[in-house]
């Protein structure tokens, strides 16, 4: 059944198969990388001397003889031959010499009795000292040495008895895994396409088939996992199964027509490649312990649908419900209208401070299918990473319902989370709410609906503002070419009694910050950078060497960009601190320690200030992503030029992608090579990220060979360029002085510098430190003023006076 003859006799010849040619299944699973390193499992007992193997057991061939050590039963464990030595000396010398000298010794049996109290023995004390033997050996009338080596068998045999018993087991689980993995086979193979009743291809694959598919590669990877533990055990490999028609794995199913360059090739990914997946912190979630009652689960589930009808008439109903005020672009909710048509059944807790409501929509087209987009909003973990910028923590801490029909369809998850914006001047805010999934397949949409707890869980004292998340989420659509459209809504409640700071009270207050256009636009970038990330031929600029470095690349680069998101925005764990006392100062300064690889080791000091500037977020990006002018800003480029030596494109503009430049400065030689790292994306409404980090060629060579980049240390630098209208304190300073910027749209523009202010963990932050990076800072906003403007800039808008 498994091919013993053929391992076998090449393990004999000594010829030990390869486990490429062993496993010989033309399937390319990703996940079985490490069985290129093992080294072959070997049939000791046809390759190594038999002399060896009882010497490296201890036991010389001839203790072997003496001890009786041979491969019978219990009842067949054999006395010393010196026993027989004093029998034969006992007789006359005709008969001894009569006696051949190749069977001199013969073996003898233990009593009946000297076996049950060795049993005794062994049962309470499998390893007896030297005192216990010799106590044993004079009851039972024997030497010391004949007890040692009936223990020493004994264990050995019973050792044996378990290798035996393990090897059965193992092997039923063998034979039911490969029974189960023949019976998947089967069902792909006669999979059809329901409209043209055809073979079907990658694109038309429902989402049963895709999780059978996922099936099918565990069951493979456990099949051959059993397979080298069961060779450990019966000393000869177990040949998997035979090979099998090819079969692919899931992945985003993605179309990618807008760009000049399609896809030839499938790529063959995991699923966490599909949708990023990021570090997350060992620290309990704070609302672990707040579950629902099983008596509760019908009301919230009568509430989740009571919850998506409501999201999906938001979504489809225009005036009076969504109406435009003074001239807007965007649409604002009439709160009495929605009150009226869409009641909520609950009865919402009242708080006791000013509350504000923060309620916008928004629709865009996506690069990626309903199935992936569905599966990531379901997984706390993958939501996260398709919004890095907006969600900094997630997780389920409860599933109430998971769905019927093999595809979530009415799956419902109590969840937690921590919304964020990338400045520390905006609070984060924190909240649990409930999701739930509806599908409607006569019009072929999805439903993903937020809802309030309110009723069944109780809030927890947090430092944040409080918030309350209201029917929100999404209404997905699967589009003929493989998009999807996307239509979303977010309303939620807003504490009033913590204001943010004045530059950002605009921006916060009409629900731009966290609105739908954030979202969508966030979604929208990260769909199409997964789609690069999918992309095999696409011809990259510099010094790529293979589509699996530009793999690697991009997620060095994502890493880097998770690192400057988590270190800039205000988390509830995180204190920052200002640098002057002037309420126009928009500067914060936070130190941490740090000992995880990923960073380098050391007082990390991290300072972030925000501005705001009379020039679109566009010509702040385009300043800061064009090498040439970026030479200009001298804070950036210290005086040298900077040359793009790789381009990895991740978007459907020019601009958004990944680079590496080198820094062309006099000190620089052949053994000495300054990079940067650099990921920059744009948005027409949602605004633009710029986030770059030194690196040397050691590492970068290290990232592009598929080792694992996790350990290269990565310090980030970052721009954040929102759209905003001026703040209402440059509105009033600007009707003062008469120039009529009141009208201007500008950009908000923060700037995230983290430096090692010393490479010792347990060193206590120098102000000079804090003096120097407040100065740099400073400079930085003041030198893209003078750039932009033309000539000299005038003082920065909310900027930290000078100390």
Not at 436 to 460: A, K, R
Not at 697 to 722: H, K, R, W
Request: glycine share 6%; with cysteine.
């Amino acid at each position: 059944m498994y091919g013993d003859c053929q391992v076998l006799s090449s393990m004999v010849s000594g010829n030990v198969a390869s486990p490429d040619s062993l496993f010989s299944s033309p399937i390319q699973n990703p996940n079985l990388g490490f069985m290129a390193n093992m080294p072959p499992f070997n049939a000791f007992s046809s390759i190594i001397p038999e002399g060896l193997m009882l010497i490296g057991r201890g036991v010389s061939k001839e203790e072997e003889m003496e001890s009786g050590s041979g491969s019978g039963p219990l009842d067949g464990v054999l006395s010393c031959g010196e026993e027989h030595d004093n029998e034969l000396q006992q007789q006359p010398p005709s008969q001894q010499q009569q006696q051949p000298v190749g069977k001199r010794k013969r073996y003898h049996r233990h009593t009946t009795r000297q076996i049950q109290e060795m049993e005794a023995l062994f049962k309470e004390c499998p390893h007896p000292d030297e005192k216990q033997r010799m106590k044993l050996s004079q009851e039972l009338g024997l030497k010391p040495r004949q007890v040692k080596f009936w223990f020493q068998n004994r264990r050995t045999q019973m050792k044996a008895q378990q290798d035996r018993a393990d090897n059965v087991v193992l092997r039923a689980e063998n034979e039911s895994l490969k029974n189960e993995n023949f019976r998947l086979q089967a069902a792909i193979q006669n999979v059809v396409c329901p409209n043209c009743g055809g073979p079907a291809i990658l694109g038309e694959m429902s989402f049963d088939e895709q999780q059978l598919r996922i099936e099918n590669a565990r069951l493979k990877d456990e099949l051959e996992r059993l397979s080298c533990i069961a060779s450990r055990y019966s000393g000869r490999q177990l040949q998997p199964l035979g090979p099998a028609p090819p079969i692919l794995l899931p992945s985003l199913d993605l179309d990618m027509g807008i760009y000049s360059r399609h896809f030839k090739e499938t790529p063959v990914v995991s699923c966490n490649d599909i949708i990023p997946v990021p570090q997350i912190s060992d620290q309990p979630s704070p609302f672990s312990g707040m579950l629902i009652l099983d008596q509760d689960k019908p009301l919230v589930l009568d509430l989740a649908i009571t919850a998506a009808d409501h999201l999906v008439r938001m979504c489809r109903t225009n005036g009076p419900l969504w109406i435009r005020r003074d001239g807007r672009t965007t649409e604002a909710l009439d709160l009495e209208e929605h009150a009226k048509t869409f009641p909520w059944p609950m009865d919402l807790k009242r708080q006791h401070g000013e509350v504000r409501t923060e309620a916008s929509r928004d629709s865009a087209m996506v690069i990626m299918n309903s199935i992936t987009l569905v599966d990531a909003f379901l997984d706390a973990d993958k939501w996260m990473g398709l919004f890095p910028s907006v969600v900094s923590k997630s997780t389920t801490v409860q599933m109430l319902s998971p769905g019927v029909a093999g595809h979530g369809n009415g799956c419902l998850h109590l969840l937690h989370a921590e919304l964020q914006f990338l400045s520390p001047l905006v609070p984060a805010r924190e909240a649990h709410f409930f999701r739930y999934l509806q599908h409607n397949s006569e019009e072929g949409t999805w439903v993903i609906v937020d809802f309030p707890v309110d009723g069944f869980v109780d809030g927890l004292p947090t430092s944040l503002p409080w918030y309350r998340r209201r029917t929100s989420g999404c209404v997905i659509q699967d589009m003929p070419n493989g998009y999807s459209k996307v239509m979303w809504v977010e309303h939620a409640e807003v504490e009033e009694d913590k204001p943010v700071h004045q530059i950002f009270d605009q921006f916060v207050s009409t629900g731009v910050a966290f609105g739908a256009t954030r979202w969508v636009s966030t979604l929208q970038r990260q769909c199409e950078r997964l789609a690069s990330l999918m992309a095999r031929n696409i011809a990259d600029l510099g010094v790529i060497p293979s589509p699996e470095a530009r793999k690697n690349m991009m997620k060095l680069s994502q890493r880097m960009m998770r690192t400057f998101c988590a270190s800039v925005h205000a988390s509830g764990m995180q204190s920052w601190t200002a640098l002057s006392e002037s309420s126009d100062d928009t500067i914060r300064v936070t130190t941490r320690k740090n000992t995880e690889p990923g960073q380098p080791n050391g007082v990390i000091l991290t300072a972030v200030s925000t501005t705001w500037l009379p020039f679109s977020h566009q010509q702040v990006f385009e300043l800061l992503t064009d090498e040439q002018r970026r030479c200009e800003l001298d804070v950036l480029s210290s005086g040298n030029s900077l040359h793009e030596v790789a381009h990895i494109a991740n978007g459907s503009h020019p601009r958004n992608c990944v680079s590496l430049l080198r820094v062309n400065a006099a000190s620089n030689s052949s053994h000495s090579v300054e990079l940067l790292l650099q990921e920059s994306s744009t948005h027409p409404s949602g605004g633009s990220i710029v986030v770059y980090a030194t690196i040397d060629v050691d590492a970068v060579q290290v990232a592009m060979s598929g080792e694992d980049p996790s350990y290269i240390p990565l310090l980030p630098t970052g721009f954040v360029i929102s759209p905003a209208a001026p703040p209402n304190a440059v509105i009033r300073s600007s009707s003062s002085s008469g120039d009529g910027s009141a009208g201007t749209i500008g950009c908000l523009l923060t700037i995230g510098m983290q430096v090692l202010a010393s490479a010792v963990p347990s060193a206590k932050l120098n102000l000079s430190s804090v003096t120097a990076i407040n100065n740099h800072l400073r400079n930085t906003v003041q030198q893209i003023s003078a750039v932009l403007g033309g000539g000299a800039a005038a003082e920065p808008a909310a900027m930290a006076p000078e100390q």
